[in-house]
């Protein structure tokens, strides 16, 4: 058999025991770390099943300690109390209804709820794995407030003030989202440009960034920004290089078809999903270092520091990108082979060399945006896959094929996705984000910077 | 190894509800797939509308089963209608991306806590879904050498195997008729169809839609044969489990689901039974292999059998490799 196709497998991995001792070890830290994720700027990904949230004082926005939360269903009860920022966090066995209740006689003297009825919420935990954000409005004076109090998660906002407030916040978790969506988004679009294959594999490089600085950081013990450098080359080489050696570069010797490859992409996404699954368990982890980091306030914006840092080198990553493609040699010959391969052959450009260097850079960019989401929420074995939908609907809103696009592209997605929020439940953000890519291939099928072309 | 009981549930499953089912949804596909050539991933979206059709009209507004199947059916047209408007006149895989994206949506709403009150959020609905249908079985379980079914089961697959057979009979007729010739012609290419006079796209959402009514039906009897519905039955997995069916049996031959359901849910329970037992016994160390994680083994190589197929064997175990030309959209 001249395909193997485990091109971007983890193998040299360790056994499922070693992985039992770790993930003890993990789990172990993980209620603090989720702790200090109380008020993460990140879309709410999976982590470990809960609730939490951050009592703050509403004039001063600063965080009240010592609440107690009251957390109950059918045969479970939970309490947490406000660390220093305000954030609590109760672990729950399972997705279901639970009532979580705030003691009001715990809050600070001078304050109370802003709805003194809303002292007991009903929260639904959608799924396992998903920790649901629960807020409670305080108000000066002990209640009889009038502003509306609510959980974030039955009414996203429902009051004019307040909707506009979340503009700021709503719109740079948007652009984070945006680059974390177009750092992934580059390389598809890139190796659809060039080889015109439609990879549905693609997620599972996402995860291959995320999963293997989760497995140098904490497995191995090297220090996080070491495993980045480290998981940055290494999903560049195996998931890049290798794979487009050992899998789609005979494909395309045997003359395979796209559809063909198309299906191929999606076995192969399986099969990797589930391999991680198999090696990495089905939990979410955090990085050892920077998990339960505090955030600071940029006016009227929360952010916390790695997230910064984070999305500037994302920034600095596509920056790069872009100017390697606009003035290096090899980047020119790239945006050549995207518009007529044949054409690029002929003129003397090593075609097969190109879509190695795309592989490449594709699966760098593509980890960078699995270690950003690892940053901000954790890892687990199906985060590429959870997002792979809204970088085809980047990719696509951008104009599939272009670079460029794809990241336009992206950001508009991150930012509609996050900004939807206000009028959409946050549990359908990804719906209207999906819904729109609909719309967009029937106005203009070959999306912002796309050439128009007669297809089909 | 308990070997019986090993081929007691391989074999009954071989012809279980759950391949009756997934033949269902593979023998829509195979119309969408295998003769038009349209790359439908949202067959999980057919499938769950189908379903809920049926959940949410006989088990919360207590119509008639009848009503809702009709429904559910109406539902996929519409369905279908909303996909094929933008994207049949694009490339094969922008329809290959909005489907999947659509089956997504699909499933979020389903499972969404604003409408928990309507579709019952992650939970689904559970309740008497067919009651007098059940009423209706005259048999009482059935147990022969290696088939062992409980009595409602029996029901279910005698009814979706009866179901089958017609299906796979409209298919065959279709695909000898005029209709069906149009639509490989447009398989095989497009523009000389469109050059004859005939309405490339009108012949592709008919298909979109007819394979998307099928795939309905399959929902409908998942939900009729689980008495419940779960939203997360209907994700993207569905959808690829039944890409392989078709591949697998040979897609663009009426029997090809067929067989590629019964050969894929034989593998799939032989080999998870074969590895469950090796383990329970000692065979396999529990530190290589723990229980918990056969179904992962399972998905991993139900992907590698897609993969290796798509690459060895496109046409699958009946099908005809020059009649699949699946390379030039």
Redesign the interface.
Known sequence: MR?R?TGVAPRASL???DLRRWTRRVLAGLGAVLLGLGLATAPALAAETGLKGVVKDPASEVGIAGVTINVAADGFTGSATTDAEGAWFVAVPS??KYEVAIDTTTLPAGLGLADPTKAVLNV?V??EGRVQAVLFSLAAGGGGGDAGADSE??TPADEGSSLWSQVPQLTVDGLIFGIVIALAAVGLSLVFGTTKL?NFAHGELIALGGLSTYFFNVVVGLPLILSIVIAFLFSAVVGGWLQNRILWKP?RK???????A???S??????????F??LFGGQSRTFNEYAGQPGIEIGPVLITPKDLIASTVGILLIAGTIWWLLRTKDGKATRAVADNPALASASGIDVEKVISTVWVLGAALASFSGIMIGLQVGVNWQMGFGIL?LV??GS?LGGLGTAFGAILGSLIVGLLIQLSTLFV?T??K??GA??I???I??VR?QGILGKSER?? | MDWLSIFQNSFTQMVGVAAVVYCLAALGLNIQFGYAGLLNFGQAGFAAIGAYAVAVLVVTAGWPLWLAILMGVVGAIIFGLLLGVPTLRLRADYLAIVTIAAAEIVRQVARSVTLNDYLGGSDGITGKYAADWYALNPFDGFEWFIFRFSKNDLWVVINGWILVAIVALITWLLMRSPWGRVLKGIREDEDAVRSLGKNVYLYKMQALILGGVIGALAGVIFAMAAQSVQPDNYSTTLTFYVYVIVILGGAARVFGPIVGAMIFWFLLVFISEVLNNAVRGGFISSDILSTDQIGQVRFMLVGLGLMLLMIFRPQGIFGDKKELALDER
Not at chain 1, 266 to 275: A, C, H, K, W
């Open positions: 395909v196709g056994g499922p025991r997705a279901g639904n959608l799924s998660v039955t439609t494909l045997r003359g395979t078809g796209l559809i063909a198309l299906v191929v999606i076995g192969l996404g399986l099969f990797l999903r589930y391999l699954l198999f939908l085809f609907a696509v439940p549990e359908l990804y719906v999906l819904l890519l609909i719309l291939l029937l099928p297809v089909g």
